[in-house]
């Protein structure tokens, strides 16, 4: 059976009753999903049922398999239509949100992964200047979405701070007398952080988030200082500090810093003291993220990097220890990934993920903006141009326009590539209203910004942590955790949304 | 116009899936080769299948599209699969496969209309249901002449779009996407 499952064999079908959707044999069970983003999962009996035409209006499936749009005679088009209005919601917005800002290729670190592709400290003819930072500024301004967020990376942003201080003065000046939304964030690895940079960046409303991939013997292996040193202990300092004075001031309470992990091979041990770590420091989240074979990974693959399979297994079982601290009430932390994709199925909400929306998030959805001023789809399409391949460039602040960057071949390219109705696995797949492709990803992996679903690692991972998902829904027990996420994670919307244009607004 | 005809026609019955009638099957050491009736078993389907074993096999295909086509499955790692396995999973995955392109074929239209609906939805044309007065909705397989009337219009509207486009040469932009944000203001403004 390949990966997207069959039928059984000789079972008979009635396709004239069937509504459009696609099916996913989960083993010892069916789950359905169609294109406005309704989801069933239902006993293999039942599915063959459905599948034979025998389901008939006094079954007691049939309510549930109507309300949801899969009984053809007896679709309501206009829920239908506002449901996968509501699903993807990052469609009807015009132009990107999400602006990240390289403002210097240096670092302080030598992370065994590093996707970013980060030069040595002394190389400050790779920070980007005030010209330049005004110029990105002004071209940002240019695309239409109302709401801009400015997201600063790097290399290690804190390195160059006077710009980081000049584009979130400028952009904050020019959000004001636009009238737009504006939301600033910085990403940062906190060894360069002062008490007068924390004091700029709460003023101004920046949030801050930071990379933690574990306890110090696994951290400082990942991500070690150049020339040694240990690198987790100034994180976890850091990160318990601006705990501290958000949860003295209620103002401040929506800027908690966030925090990423990136599984690397060595990490795959490490699952239960990962999350205890995050628990220990009051995180309301943990991320658990692959790493992407992007950049200076790629080259490193073989010693850092793991096989797609592997990484779910990882997650799985991370997961589960999560959702066992969750049950016993010993913690009431929440998994990232997992809120994503539960704000999808069960909420029938876009969560603004930008690598899991068909198209993807490239130029659509996103910008990143090198050092010099030249425009990519995204932060991993300026790593591929760090390798030597400008592929993924769509234009550059000094001469091109937004019209221009919205017309690049290469925007077209990677929005045909990433739409899954195009794809010839993904458009048969059950995951299609949930999931999304990567054109870098796999432009990298497979040579080909359209992949190979069959063998991409990608397709192999997200699959996995659908299925992985999808089973627990089905599980009471996880399923109440569940459900008190997507309470809590709808509360933390609601509450931070009623900043007005202009104002400055935490992103998180 | 094809759409058109879709939507006046109601979409043939699909047979129940029934087990491929492969015209052969040839096994050897190295490889398995299936001839297929592609009238039978339909071109989409067999392309389809053939994609899926791309992580265990190397495929090829030859024959004439029109009428018989041979697939040549053979293993990427010869000691894990044998091609009596290839060839059953192949076999599989095409019963499967006419299934969901016949399902697909099915309801474009009803894909389409809805899809279209979103748009109006989304850009405001027609309210939401919550805002619509609550009329019980028609079924997908009994389309009021209304309906039809309105699907007509959409399609005529796009063909007219996309007719003026090709005329002047310039591309559609209904969202306005590429407008600038000052531009978009400046039209809003006038």
New interface residues.
């Given amino acids: 059976m390949s990966r997207l499952t069959a039928l059984t064999k000789g079972a008979p079908v009635d396709t004239e009753k069937l509504a459009a959707f696609n099916f996913r044999d989960m083993g010892g069970w069916h789950l359905l999903t169609n294109d406005w983003g309704q989801f069933l999962m239902l006993s293999t009996a039942d599915f063959e049922r459905f599948m034979a035409g025998k389901v008939g209006p006094e079954d007691p499936l049939y309510p549930e398999l109507e309300s949801r749009g899969f009984v053809k005679a007896r679709l309501d088009f206009k829920q239908l239509a506002a449901n996968y209005v509501k699903k993807n919601s990052f469609q009807w917005f015009p132009g990107p949100s999400l602006h990240m800002i390289v403002v210097t290729l240096r670092c302080n670190q030598k992370c065994q992964y590093c996707h970013s592709s980060v030069v040595d400290p002394s190389r400050t003819d790779t920070d980007m200047d005030i010209a330049t930072a005004k110029r990105t500024v002004d071209f940002i301004f240019q695309t239409p979405n109302p709401t801009i967020c400015i997201e600063f990376q790097g290399g290690e942003p804190l390195l160059n701070w006077p710009v980081v201080k000049f584009i979130t003065e400028y952009a904050q000046a020019k959000a004001k007398a636009g009238n737009r939304k504006l939301l600033m964030a910085l990403v940062c690895n906190f060894t360069l952080m002062t008490e007068d940079k924390l004091d700029f960046l709460f003023d101004h409303h920046v949030s801050i988030c930071t990379s933690l991939d574990g306890p110090a013997e696994l951290h400082n292996k990942n991500r070690p200082f150049l020339g040694g040193g240990e690198a987790q202990q100034k994180v976890v300092y850091w990160l318990e500090k601006i705990q501290e004075r958000c949860n003295a001031d209620p103002k401040k309470k929506y800027y908690l810093p966030g925090a990423l992990m990136t599984t690397t091979r060595f990490s795959m041990d490490y699952g239960p003291q990962i999350v205890d770590l995050y628990v220990k420091l009051g995180m309301e989240q943990i991320f658990l993220r692959p790493l992407s074979p992007i950049g200076y990974a790629k080259r490193v693959w073989k010693d850092v990097g793991y096989e797609a399979e592997e990484f779910v297994k990882f997650y799985e079982k991370t997961l589960d220890y999560i959702i066992d601290l969750n049950v016993s009430g010993k913690s009431n932390i929440m998994e990232r990934m997992a809120l994503i994709l539960l704000s999808k199925v069960v909420k029938g909400e876009d969560p603004g993920f930008m690598d899991l929306r068909s198209p993807a998030g490239a130029v659509l959805g996103c910008l990143a903006y090198n050092y010099n001023g030249e425009i990519f789809v995204s932060d991993e399409g300026r790593m591929v141009d760090h390798q030597g391949d400008a592929i993924f460039k769509v234009g550059d602040t000094a001469k091109s326009t937004w019209t221009e960057v919205i017309d690049h071949p290469t925007t077209r390219a990677c929005v045909t590539a990433s739409t899954l109705d195009n794809q010839p696995m993904c458009h048969q797949c059950a995951f299609k209203p949930y999931c999304g492709v990567e054109p870098v990803f796999h432009y990298e992996s497979q040579k080909s910004v359209f992949g190979q679903m069959p063998t991409s690692g990608w397709c192999i991972s997200h699959m996995g942590v659908f299925d992985v998902i999808f089973r627990k829904l089905r599980d009471p027990r996880s399923r109440k955790v569940m459900d008190k996420w997507l309470e809590r994670d709808q509360c933390r919307w609601q509450e931070s949304e009623n900043v007005p244009a202009g104002e400055p607004e935490v992103v998180r | 116009m094809k759409i058109k005809k879709k939507i006046a026609k109601p ?1 043939r ?2 047979a ?4 491929p009638t492969a015209v052969a099957v040839k096994l050897s050491a190295a490889e398995a080769v299936l001839s297929l009736d592609v009238k039978q078993e339909g071109l989409e389907s067999v ?2 299948s053939a ?5 265990k096999a190397f495929v090829s295909l030859s024959g004439d599209r029109t009428k018989t086509v041979a697939v040549t499955l053979r293993a990427k790692d010869p000691k894990a699969v044998k091609p009596k396995a290839l060839a059953d ?1 192949f076999l ?2 095409l ?2 496969q006419k ?2 392109w ?3 074929k ?2 474009l239209p ?2 389409e ?3 279209e ?2 748009v ?3 850009n405001g044309t ?1 309210p ?3 805002a ?1 007065a609550a009329a019980p ?1 028609p ?3 009994t389309l009021t002449d209304e309906q039809r009337a309105e699907i007509e219009k959409l399609i005529s509207e796009v063909e007219s779009e996309i007719k003026t486009m090709n005329d002047k040469k310039v ?1 559609l932009d209904p ?8 531009e ?1 203001q400046e039209k809003k403004a006038s």
């Fill in positions: 979409a019955k699909s129940p899936a029934k087990k392309y389809g994609y899926l074993m791309m992580d999973e599989s995955d019963a499967s299934v969901r016949a399902v697909a099915n309801n009803i894909r209309y809805i899809a609906q979103a109006l939805i989304a027609v939401p249901p919550s619509a909705e079924t997908a397989e591309a969202k306005g996407v590429k407008a600038s944000w000052e978009a």
